[in-house]
C-alpha cells in the first residue's frame, strides 16, 4: 500500500489489500505445509482479484458481480473444506470478489490488477518462506480431513445460495456494498454443527456493532489519503491477529476496514457508509441463519464426516 501510494496509484490498494490476506492462512501448521497453503490461497485470490476487475468492465456489472460473488463462494467453500484451510469459511473470497467488482474499470485496470495481486502474493509468499527457511513451528505434517462428498456439496450449495440470495436482495434493495450481505451469509457456514454456526453468526452481529463504533471514531478525524492507507494496514493487522482466536474480535476490527476500502474505492459519507453496513449484515445474517437451519435438518452423520 506504501508503494503504491508513494507512486500517485493509492485507488490500486484495494487489488494489493485483499492479495495480502493470503498471509492469514496457515497459522500453526508446518513450515513446508504452510507454504503449500499459502500458495494455493494466492492463487486463488489472485484469479478472484482479475476476474472481478473485469466483471467491473461489463454492462450491468452490477448483476455480473453477484453471480461471481456467488461462484467465489462455492468455489472457496469447496476449497477450504478439502483442504482444511484455517481460517476456513469463504469470507476472505466474497468479500475480495464483492469489493473489486463494485468499483468500475477498464480493461487496462485489468492488466493493473493482474500486476498489483500477482506481486503482492509474490511478496507475501516470500515473507511467509521466512518461516521455511529457518524451520520456525511445527515439524510434523497435518493430515487434512477428507470430508464425505455428499456433506460437502451440501455445505457448497447452500453456501453460494445464500450468497446469491442476500447479495439480490441488498442489490434490489439499492443498498450500497451490497456484497457486503454476501460476506456476512456466508460466515456462519465456515464451521461445523449447528450450535457452532450460530455462535459464529452471534459473533458476527455482535463484532459488527462493535466495529461500527469504532469506525464511527476513526471517521470523526477526516482521514488524509496517507492516513487512509495508514488505517487500512494497521485494521488488517490486527484482524489477522485475531481472525482464528476469537471471531467476534476479529469482526470488530474487519467492519471498519470493509469501510475503510469501501472509501477508498468509493468515497461516501460516513453516516451512509455505517446505515448500508448495518442493513445489509443483518440481511446477510437472516439469510445465513436460514441456510444453517436447513443443513440442519440433514442427518449427523453426513455432518460428522466433515473436518476442518
Known amino acids: 500500500m506504501v508503494v503504491l ?14 492479495a495480502a490476506f493470503a498471509s492469514v492462512y496457515g497459522r500453526g501448521e508446518s513450515p513446508r505445509r504452510r507454504i503449500t497453503t499459502q500458495l494455493s490461497v494466492s492463487v486463488l485470490l489472485t484469479g478472484l482479484i482479475i476476474a472481478a476487475t473485469a466483471t467491473a468492465t461489463a454492462v450491468d456489472a452490477r448483476w455480473w458481480s453477484l453471480l461471481g460473488v456467488s461462484v467465489a463462494a462455492a468455489i472457496s467453500t469447496a476449497a477450504s473444506h478439502r483442504w482444511a484451510w484455517r481460517p476456513a469459511g469463504a469470507l476472505f473470497a466474497v468479500f475480495a470478489f464483492g469489493a473489486v467488482s463494485s468499483v468500475p474499470a477498464t480493461s ?20 511467509g518462506a521466512e518461516a521455511f527457511l529457518l524451520q520456525w513451528g511445527p515439524r510434523e505434517e497435518p ?8 456433506a460437502l456439496w451440501r455445505r457448497v450449495g447452500a453456501t453460494a445460495v445464500a450468497a446469491a440470495v442476500a447479495d439480490a436482495l441488498a442489490t434490489s434493495l439499492h443498498l ?3 456484497y457486503w ?31 461500527i463504533a469504532l469506525a464511527a471514531v476513526l471517521f470523526s478525524f477526516q482521514l488524509s489519503p496517507w492516513g487512509l492507507v495508514i488505517t487500512i494496514g494497521l485494521l488488517q493487522l490486527c484482524a489477522e491477529l485475531m481472525v482464528i ?22 468515497p461516501q459519507s460516513a453516516s451512509h457508509l455505517i446505515w448500508a453496513r448495518v442493513l445489509t ?4 445474517l437472516a439469510f445465513g441463519l436460514t441456510a444453517v437451519l436447513t443443513d440442519h435438518t440433514r442427518p ?9
Open 5 to 18: 501510494r508513494l507512486a500517485g496509484h493509492p485507488q490500486w490498494v484495494l487489488y494489493s489489500t485483499f
Open 181 to 211: 450481505a454476501a460476506v456476512s451469509a456466508v460466515v456462519p457456514m465456515a464451521t461445523l454443527g449447528t450450535i457452532d454456526r450460530l455462535v459464529r453468526a452471534r459473533h458476527r452481529a455482535a463484532g459488527t456493532v462493535l466495529g
Open 281 to 284: 449484515t443483518a440481511i446477510g
Open 176 to 178: 450500497g456494498h451490497p
Open 245 to 266: 482466536r476469537h471471531y467476534g474480535i476479529a469482526m470488530m476490527f474487519v467492519t471498519p476496514l470493509s469501510l475503510a476500502v469501501a472509501e477508498l474505492g468509493q
Open 143 to 150: 493430515v487434512p480431513t477428507r470430508p464425505h462428498s455428499r
Open 300 to 308: 449427523d452423520r453426513d455432518l460428522s464426516a466433515v473436518g476442518l
Open 108 to 127: 487496462h485496470d485489468v492488466m493493473v490488477a493482474a500486476a498489483v495481486a500477482l506481486s503482492t502474493s509474490a511478496f507475501t509468499l516470500l515473507v
